[in-house]
């Protein structure tokens, strides 16, 4: 069992990318420490941090139910976009530790589905 975000287009062609659930949870772990926090000192992720006293494009994704809760609306996929594509520039070329190998593969892929549901003007399905 695990989850799956794919844009809401009827296309079953479209990109999606897919982790199980504990596989997602490590990947936003890990965005989360990108982004200079610890997710596990959040509101709703066991802590008591508001995610007001954070600043990051990120939060739709990071502050989102695993598979409830709302769609993300192609403007929130938009505003995503920049800081997810800085993180693939940032990544060094000669890294082969695997386990970052996969969250840029993770990145890469989530991008593409962000920039589909971007030009398509589709929401952002969990499920």
């Known amino acids: 069992m695990g989850l799956m ?3 809401c287009d009827g296309d079953v062609t479209s990109p999606d990318v897919s ?3 504990t596989g997602f949870g490590m990947f936003r772990e890990w965005l989360a420490q990108a982004e200079g926090f610890v997710l596990a000192e959040m509101d709703g992720f066991g802590g008591d941090r508001q995610w007001s006293s954070v600043s990051t494009t990120l939060e739709p994704l990071l502050n989102h139910p695993d598979d409830d ?4 609306a192609p403007a929130q996929c938009a505003a995503m976009l920049p800081r997810l594509e800085a993180i693939l520039d940032h990544r060094l ?3 082969r530790a695997p386990v970052l190998r996969r969250r840029i593969e993770d990145v890469s892929q989530l991008v593409t589905v962000l920039r589909s ?3 398509k003007n589709v ?3 969990f499920g």
């Open 69 to 72: 809760g709302p769609d993300l």
């Open 123 to 125: 929401v952002l399905i």
């Open 5 to 7: 975000l794919f844009p």
């Open 117 to 119: 549901c971007v030009d």
């Open 93 to 95: 070329p000669d890294d």
């Open 19 to 21: 982790w199980s659930y």
